[in-house]
């Protein structure tokens, strides 16, 4: 017999208590939810400070605004609004973190042991929970206690250095991409803990007490994806430096002005180049031996880029990709944000898509970037309003509707 998928997701069933606030926690739960786990976004009173990051925002004024920064991240979730600084509080996530599978949260270090929740406090609660902590530089060293913020982490951690023009200032990347890897790091991690947890129940109904901590940083999370310029680094013994929209073990690889705008070209093989000097009507540049293999051009590059860049000049932006797109030559022209979703690519592949808000109405959103042909993936809620589940989830954890109304009234939900 075939066995039964689920009906939402791979990870439906999965439930997944999000105690993480800003962006790289609430990235990887948003994973988490678009693969249909269950995700419970537990906000402190005063919500998730992502709420009121903006302009721009999204609903009327008052309580319904909504920043659009909140509503990228955060779908596929409900949220339980919960003051944690009393017993009360605490006492509802306990029973929370009883029946869920995963934890994730980015207290600063010890953070969420002061509330409470010790490791060994977890692993009495619910010995299968698997425990995502996210912190800033990680659990010790002389950074452990500070605060960690992506801009921060980017300078930190040499990104920002090799991010900008030759000559020019180091500039940050142009959207949070230490909070974005760290969340997508954690998201693989829980995966991985998960598989090696096992079933989530032995035959005879219990717990089975293989649950973990998984411990990331937003440091070490962009060490990571420094690659080849770590690995360069490391064997020259020199630190690279800014090249702007320049590679720095291929050539040519980068933009060039045209006519009427920028081109991006990507020459990644010796016979894209001499396709690509085809196409320039440059047939001599091919076999110059000073350009012959891609070392050569890396190491003559300003001589290169010295007689490709008035070449350029000479034809449109159109111009040059319709005789590169005949070469075979990876090329395209630089787009906005708004023209890129634009695009017939981007709208044949269905990258973004609308949503309809209960209290905000239409919000376009993200589409989810992978496609699993068994399992797929879905966008099933919208981002939630701050405690819109609250009474909802209350009711699955035990209480009953005094208890309820009584946590309501003392503020703590």
């Not at 906005?336 to 592949?349: C, G, M, T, Y």
Request: aromatic fraction near 6%; charged fraction near 20%; hydrophobic fraction near 40%.
């Amino acid at each position: 017999m075939a066995p039964t998928l689920p009906a939402d997701g791979p990870l439906a069933g999965l439930r997944v208590a999000d105690c993480s606030t800003v962006l790289a926690g609430p990235y990887c739960t948003m994973v988490l939810g678009d693969l249909g786990a269950s995700v419970i976004k537990v906000e402190p009173p005063d919500g998730d400070a992502s709420r009121g990051w903006g302009p721009p925002w999204v609903g009327g004024s008052g309580r319904t605004r909504t920043a659009a920064y909140y509503l990228a991240i955060n779908r596929n979730k409900r949220s339980l609004r919960l003051d944690l600084s009393g017993e009360d509080g605490r006492a509802v996530l306990r029973e929370l973190l009883r029946r869920s599978d995963v934890v994730v949260e980015n207290y600063r270090v010890g953070g969420f042991e002061r509330l409470g929740f010790s490791d060994e406090t977890l692993r009495d609660l619910n010995p299968a929970l698997v425990h995502l902590a996210i912190s800033g530089f990680g659990i010790d060293g002389p950074d452990a206690a500070k605060p960690g913020y992506d801009f921060v982490i980017q300078a930190a951690s040499g990104l920002m250095s090799i991010t900008g023009e030759p000559g020019g200032p180091p500039t940050k990347v142009g959207v949070a991409i230490s909070d974005v890897v760290t969340g997508l790091f954690g998201a693989i991690a829980i995966l991985a803990a998960l598989m090696a947890r096992g079933p989530a129940t032995r035959p005879d109904g219990g717990r089975t007490a293989l649950g973990q901590r998984i411990d990331l940083s937003l440091l070490e999370s962009t060490l990571a994806i420094l690659i080849n310029q770590a690995q360069n680094a490391f064997v020259s013994g020199r630190a690279p430096g800014r090249l702007g929209n320049a590679h720095p073990n291929i050539v040519p690889y980068q933009t060039f002005r045209t006519a009427d705008g920028e081109i991006a070209v990507a020459v990644g093989s010796e016979r894209q180049w001499q396709r690509f000097c085809q196409a320039l009507a440059l047939p001599n540049l091919g076999s110059d031996a000073r350009y012959v293999t891609n070392a050569a051009r890396v190491g003559n590059r300003h001589g290169l880029i010295a007689t490709l860049g008035p070449r350029f000049v000479e034809q449109t932006t159109a111009e040059w990709l319709r005789r590169f797109e005949a070469a075979g030559i990876p090329s395209e022209s630089i787009l906005d944000v708004l023209e890129a979703f634009s695009s017939p690519q981007a709208v044949a592949r269905g990258s973004r898509v609308s949503l309809e808000h209960p209290r905000l109405g239409a919000v376009d959103q993200v589409a989810i970037p992978f496609s699993l042909s068994e399992t797929p993936a879905g966008i099933r809620t919208p981002p939630p309003m701050l405690g819109e589940h609250s009474r909802e989830i209350l009711g699955e954890l035990g209480y009953d509707g005094a208890a309820i109304d009584g946590l309501a009234a003392r503020a703590v939900v």
